[in-house]
């Protein structure tokens, strides 16, 4: 009686077992009966095969099943790319943002250029006649009497000073023999003379963040208010500091024109090469970091001051060169195929870096015209009547391009380059000069339409009507809110909303709360900093790459 109960529990246990087995693996049974058991209970598929294909598929099979079925399923399957449209699309997107980078990037490039050429054009023309007029009301006070608190206006004090500056710094020059250096620098092997170039590089950037500080902080001292408590060093020592920097930075400029034109006069063009293949090695310190919009937009400018100053380099390299062969064409021919490959290679980088840092921070290509309508508040903004500012000190702000130093740099060249002798040279030097100035005026009326275009399209206008922002303080809050003050009841604060227009131009609303929902917010919103939009972006770094 125990054995056949036993022997029921173990049938029981095995039919159990083999039950399972076949519920996972319903299709061994068809390799041996050619019909597929527990068809009723078999587990649900992605739906590729069914029973008929089955039955089918076996009666089709060879010898060896497996191997068969393995390559006719790689032969045979299929995928549907629609199950993840969204991937794909995002894909399609970024291959038409690296195309769309190009024409944009450049269309940013074009716009600041004539920006810069603005600005630095401005040196020669409008500058020397602001001097005048300055001097000449200086000179009339006695006759036309005084009136007033000032005996001049800020802005023509801060047109003086950069004469003065100027007239220092280029008779200070002339005691720096350009030639010696030129033979100074051919003597050094190619190595050094590569390192040498990206060290002045590196200089050359650091010079341009602190020199406009130097300068403004100079025509600050000179424009203060009398009746404000001064703490400064003085106007003198602040105009010797700029006059300093301004020497030195034309000195440095100078060395790279020489080391430029070293290359460019080089038999193998081995050093030209090097210094070409060293634009390709900024992608690699560039394209793998993180960037957001406000860095991009740094970098931006950083890439528009370089490739103007690489222009005005280029032509000094090109006025030299000519001098040494007596001003024969036929060298010029020889000089622009080595020109037009440094313009080239500088414009190929620029485009490769920025397609890809906005792939890999998933930036859209319409952020350049941001970028752009951002440059064209600024110049809008400094022919306002409340301007606070010069628009040449704004793009040295803005991009770090100070003009005052390659502008002693490029007299320096072109009058030890050009012999002015009788009054008919002197004739076509003034009409070279009504020239510059015509161009001068024309370049600034079209940027001045176009900056209105893009200003409008952006819907900035409002801001061009508000007073300039003052940066935060890093006061704590509980030193902050006594300056300003209890009030009553009833007082209100004003909260600035950020609308979806734009990520980078906010647009300001105030509105009013009262005294009891003031009280009821979190503290920690009071003490959180506003993030800053573009316009607010005004230090030029040293990788166009700031850390908020």
């Given at each position: ?32 009966t050619g ?12 739906g ?21 079925r ?48 603005d ?11 602001r ?53 100074l ?25 602190f ?56 038999h193998?063009k ?6 070409m293949s060293?634009?390709?090695?900024e ?5 793998f ?14 890439d528009?001051k ?7 380099l280029?032509?000094i ?15 010029l021919?020889?000089?622009?195929p ?27 290509a ?10 064209a ?6 022919r ?27 007299i ?23 020239g ?9 009326i ?9 200003v ?24 902050a ?13 004003s ?51 700031r850390?908020?």
């Amino acid at each position: 009686m125990a054995d056949a109960t036993g022997a029921d529990l173990s049938g029981e246990k095995e039919a159990e077992i083999e039950l399972k087995r076949r519920q996972k693996r319903p299709w061994e049974s068809l390799h041996r009966t050619g019909k597929v058991s527990l068809a009723a209970e078999l587990p649900e598929t992605l739906g590729f095969y069914d029973i008929s294909a089955a039955r089918k598929e076996h009666r089709d099979l060879s010898a060896d099943p497996s191997v068969t079925r393995f390559v006719c399923a790689e032969l045979t399957r299929g995928y549907f790319l629609e199950h993840n449209e969204a991937k794909y699309t995002e894909r399609r997107e970024r291959v038409y943002t690296c195309m769309r980078i190009p024409k944009e990037l450049e269309k940013l490039m074009i716009f600041g250029f004539f920006l810069c050429a603005d600005a630095f054009l401005y040196v020669f023309t409008l500058l020397p006649l602001r001097v005048l007029l300055a001097l000449l009301r200086v000179l009339t006070l006695p006759c036309c009497g005084f009136s007033g608190s000032r005996l001049l206006q800020p802005a023509q004090v801060c047109d003086i000073l950069k004469g003065l500056i100027l007239l220092l710094c280029f008779s200070m020059t002339h005691y720096v023999d350009y030639s010696m250096m030129y033979h100074l620098i051919r003597g050094q092997s190619v190595i050094k003379l590569y390192i040498i170039y990206n060290m002045l590089e590196v200089a050359d950037r650091l010079f341009s963040s602190f020199g406009q500080d130097i300068l403004d902080a100079l025509y600050w001292t000179a424009t203060e208010p009398k009746e404000r408590k001064r703490d400064s060093i003085g106007v003198i020592p602040h105009f010797f500091m700029a006059v300093f920097y301004v020497f030195l930075h034309s000195i440095l400029i100078m060395v790279q024109a020489s080391t430029l034109n070293v290359a460019f006069n080089s038999h193998n063009k081995s050093l030209l090469t090097i210094m070409m293949s060293n634009n390709f090695v900024e992608i690699k310190g560039s394209v793998f970091k993180k960037f957001e919009k406000n860095n991009l937009f740094q970098m931006s400018n950083s890439d528009i001051k370089e490739r103007f100053t690489s222009y005005v380099l280029l032509l000094i390299v090109c006025l030299r060169n000519m001098e040494q062969f007596s001003w024969n064409t036929d060298h010029l021919l020889v000089l622009l195929p080595d020109v037009f490959m440094v313009v080239t290679s500088e414009v190929a980088v620029d485009i490769i870096k920025h397609a890809f840092i906005t792939k890999f921070n998933d930036i859209p290509a319409d952020v350049y015209s941001e970028y752009r309508a951002s440059l064209a508040f600024d110049l809008v903004s400094s022919r306002q009547k409340n301007a606070y500012t010069d628009y040449s000190d704004s793009v040295a702000r803005r991009m770090g391009f100070i003009p005052l130093p390659l502008a002693v740099l490029l007299i320096r060249v072109v009058l030890s380059s050009v012999k002015v002798q009788g009054a008919l040279s002197y004739m076509c030097l003034f009409l070279f000069y009504l020239g510059l100035v015509t161009l001068k005026v024309l370049n600034s009326i079209v940027l001045l339409g176009k900056s209105c275009v893009y200003v409008k399209r952006a819907n900035m206008e409002d801001k061009l009507f508000e007073k300039p922002s003052t940066p935060f303080s890093n006061k704590s809050p509980s030193k902050a809110e006594p300056a300003r003050g209890p009030t009553a009841a009833g007082r209100t604060r004003s909260i600035t909303h950020t609308y979806p227009l734009t990520d980078l131009f906010p647009l300001p609303l105030m509105e009013t709360l009262p005294a009891e929902e003031e009280a009821q917010e979190d503290p920690e919103i009071k003490q959180r900093t506003p993030k800053k939009d573009l316009l607010e972006i005004d230090r030029f770094t040293i990788c166009g790459n700031r850390i908020d």
